[in-house]
Structure formats: C-alpha cells, structure tokens
C-alpha cells in the first residue's frame, strides 16, 4: 500500500452491473399518409431497450428505424451487442461503446446496427445519471438549467395541401412563440416550391428563421440550383439535406454557390464521417441524431469536433432526447420540436412530454431522460407478438 493513502481509497468502487436488456420493435401508424421529397410515409418503426442494472434501475434508449422493416434493429440489439454487455459495469461506458463498435463493423458502421449501438449507449447514459439520481442534463454538465430554444418543424406535403394552407400552418407557429420554422421543399416544381417557400415568408414575416428541408431530393448540383437560386431571395436560415448523405462533395459544392446556409446530418454516423463533412466545407450546421450517429457518446465527440471548427449542432428531431444534449453542449443551438404526434409519433409511446414556453423546450427535473416508455401504448403497437424480449445470461 502506497505510504498515508487509506485502504479504503484504494478499495475499488462498488459499481452496478447491467443484468438484463430487454428490447422490442413497435409500429406506429401514422394518422394521414405523409410525404416529403423523395418518399411518402405511411408507418413508423422504433425499436426499443431497457437496460437494467443489479440495483434495480433502468435506463431507456429508442430511434427509429424506418418506415419498413424495424426488426432489423432488434435483431442488432438482441443478438450483436446486447450479449456483451451483460454482466459488465454500466458506468464504464466508453468501454461498453469500444466494445459494441467493435461488434458492429462487420454488420453495419452506419444505418440499423448502429442505431442499435446508439439506442443502447443512449439507455447506459440513462441509467447511470438515474443511478445518480441527477437529470441527465446535470449528469452530463449543463450549460443552462431552466430551458433550450426550439424550432417548429412542419410544413409536409399532405394531399390538398395548398401554399395558403403551409402559409396558415407557419404563421400558427410563430404565433405561438417560435422564433424560427421548417418547411419541407423539393417534392415539386422549382416554381411551385418557390410559391411555398414565398407564402411561409410572407405568413411569418422577416424577423422569423425559416429553414428548408430537402430530404435528398436532389442528385446534381444544377438540379439544386434551379431551387436555390429562387429561394434566395426568400432568405431562408438553411437548406436541409440538399443530397445524399453520401454526396459530401456536392454539398461543399453547393456551399459555395449559394449565400444559403447547408445544414446536413441527421443519418450520418461516426466521428470520421463527420469530420469529413466538416473538413470539405459541406455543412456549418450538423444535425446530429444521438439516435443514428453513435449514441449520446458519439454524439457529444462530433459536438466537440464540431466546435473547434466553428460549426453548430441543431440535432435532429426527437427533442426529448435531445434537449438534455442542447443543455450541455456549448455550439449547440435548437432542438428540433414536432406540435403534434402527426409526423413524429413516438411521443404516443412515452409517458411525459416536456413542456413549453413559448418557443423554448423546458427542461425536466427528474432522474435521467425523467420520462419511461408507455407499456400499454407499446404492446398495442407491438402488435400480436410480446412486445419486449429480454436478453440476459
Ligand atoms: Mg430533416
């Protein structure tokens, strides 16, 4: 024993054990068939876990899948990663992600397995801060306490819909606050989203951001252009996913033909691609999904990646998730808000939404994420088979 350390400094540290995952896939439906530029949406597939540790506390972690097929995720989760994690102490998380990626490379470094890598980095961050019994915006080391500005995201493509009626939906959301709005574009003509792109500006005024999300739509840059180039003059704050996630040079192309922010992100994964994407000048805005990229671990890297280049993270939907994230990292500006649980249904299988006030996101009190999943909502969207299967030694 090193002289005048007391014994009890170098005993190790009783630290929990993960026990037991359970994971499931739900579908929810979606209300009214939704489109936007490049696919139509009808149903959405989320897969979730629990992890639970030998204390008895369990932590939640959940993304979505996609419109089809969201037992590839659950697969990932029960049958890859989920078996290496039992039995090893939760609070060595960065060891958990080595191990997990690690797992994942062979089967997937982007897409389902690592949505599966990152739900279940997510549930550890989760129920470590509810082991501590700190919020996990503390947990993490806040910036801020009280609330997280949001923007109001809408503006789909619904059968009927006109450009009176996108202007209508705009206008209500800066009514209620919100200092900026998203709209979807490229599903049209150049001139028919101009006359969109133009009634939302007109309905919320010059002092109101107004982001414009492309889905992909676009496979050259003077396809881009022909849009752009119109909506200038709308000034719009950015335009959203102009191309392929893939297309990193098409967006640094794009970049620099436009005086239009490029904002891009929300399906890209890992550290190395972002900081490609960074490195090419393809995006001064990354919308980074704690649900996509890596997890909240991989999440906050690319943050800090990020911010020594300058560049802003306003990550990708889920604002449960997210605003915690928002609270503790320095570059990061809004979190993405739904109004309802039209387009982003997950908030069907939850038990709290957070509040608002006016267009910020209130922050929570309460242990962790501070929010469970709802069990009824889940094995009724689980449908016939049992919702949760669990995964223990
Ligand atoms: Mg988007």
Not at 3 to 9: A, C, I, K, M, R
Not at 20 to 33: E, K, N, R
Not at 339 to 360: E, P, Y
Not at 384 to 391: E, H, N
């Amino acid at each position: 024993m090193p002289f005048g350390v007391h014994p009890n400094l170098l005993r190790k540290p009783h630290m929990p054990l993960i026990e037991s995952i359970d994971v499931a896939a739900v579908t929810v439906p979606l209300d009214v068939v939704t489109s936007f530029s490049t696919r139509t949406v009808s149903e959405r597939h989320y897969c979730l876990v629990k992890v639970r540790s030998t204390e008895g506390v369990e932590g939640i972690g959940f993304c979505y899948v996609g419109s089809a097929a969201g037992a590839i995720a659950k697969v990932a989760v029960e049958q890859l990663l989920a078996p290496h994690l039992l039995g090893r102490e939760s609070r060595l998380s960065e060891g958990l992600w080595q191990t997990m990626y690690q797992e994942s490379v062979l089967q997937g470094r982007s897409g389902a397995v690592m949505r599966a890598l990152s739900i279940l980095d997510t549930a550890i961050w989760d129920l470590n801060a509810r082991s501590s019994k700190l919020p996990l915006h503390h947990y993490l080391g806040a910036m801020v306490d009280d609330k997280v500005p949001a923007y109001a995201s809408g503006g789909y493509y619904v059968d009927g819909k006109t450009a009176a009626m996108l202007g209508d939906e705009m206008e209500g959301y800066a009514r209620e606050g919100f200092t900026a709005v998203k709209m979807k574009t490229g599903r049209l003509s150049p001139r028919e989203e101009e006359e969109r792109v133009r009634a939302a500006r007109e309905a919320i005024g010059p002092d109101v951001l107004l982001m414009l999300d492309a889905n992909n739509a676009w496979r050259d840059l003077p396809t881009a252009m022909e849009y752009v180039r119109r909506f200038e003059q709308h000034e719009p704050y950015w335009i959203e996913e102009p191309f392929s996630p893939d297309a990193i040079d098409l967006h640094a192309r794009l970049a620099q033909s436009t005086p239009i922010t490029v904002a891009t992100g929300e399906i890209e994964v890992g550290r190395w691609r972002f900081r490609e994407l960074i490195d090419a000048g393809g995006a001064e805005i990354l919308q980074t999904d704690a649900a996509v990229c890596g997890g909240i671990s991989e999440w906050r890297r690319i943050a800090a990646h990020a911010d020594s280049r300058g560049v802003t993270v306003c990550p990708h939907w889920f604002h449960d998730l997210h605003a915690p994230l928002v609270a503790a990292t320095p570059n990061a500006r809004f979190v993405e808000y739904f109004a309802d649980d039209q387009v982003l249904n997950f908030r069907r299988l939850i038990d709290r939404q957070l509040s608002l006030d006016r267009g910020d996101v209130v922050l929570h009190r309460e242990p962790g994420l501070g929010f469970n999943f709802d069990e009824a909502a889940i094995a009724k969207y689980a449908g016939a088979a049992k919702a949760w299967t669990t995964v223990r030694r």
